[in-house]
């Protein structure tokens, strides 16, 4: 079971954490993915972490403003979002898999790869 929380308003430039509490899945050879999804558009791959070495991807979109991290004694994935701007508005899904790589976690950025969704959380940055 994967459930994000910290989701909200705000306006650019400014910043939010997510957090995806992962539950009843194994730590190790495991890939956790943060995607978003804009009105009217597809689901997209914005950063990846494997456990439990802790490798982390993210796109060319985001890196430099999101960074993602693991708190293995919580089993939660963090997802910092500093700089936002309005094209991060967006419902954002937590995701895992298995992964016997960390270089699978990394160019295994296809939705369909993922086998367990959270539920979601609303981001919106607007001035």
């Known amino acids: 079971q994967l459930v994000e929380s910290g989701g909200g308003s705000v306006q650019p430039g400014g910043s939010l954490r997510l957090a995806c509490e992962v539950s009843g899945f194994p730590i190790d050879r495991s890939c956790v993915g943060w995607f978003r999804q804009a009105a009217g558009k597809e689901r997209e791959w914005i950063a990846s972490?494997?456990?439990?070495?802790?490798?982390?991807f993210a796109a060319d979109s985001v890196k430099g403003r999101f960074t993602i991290s693991q708190d293995n004694a919580k089993n939660v994935m963090s997802l910092e979002m500093n700089d936002l701007k309005a094209e991060d508005t967006g419902m954002y899904y937590c995701?895992?898999?298995?992964?016997?790589?960390?270089?699978?976690?990394?160019?295994?950025?296809?939705?369909?790869?993922?086998?367990?969704w959270g539920q979601g959380t609303q981001v919106t940055v607007s001035s």
């Open positions: 995701a895992a898999k298995r992964s016997q790589t960390s270089l699978y976690c990394n160019t295994g950025r296809m939705v369909g790869s993922y086998a367990y």
């Open positions: 972490i494997y456990r439990p070495g802790g490798n982390t």
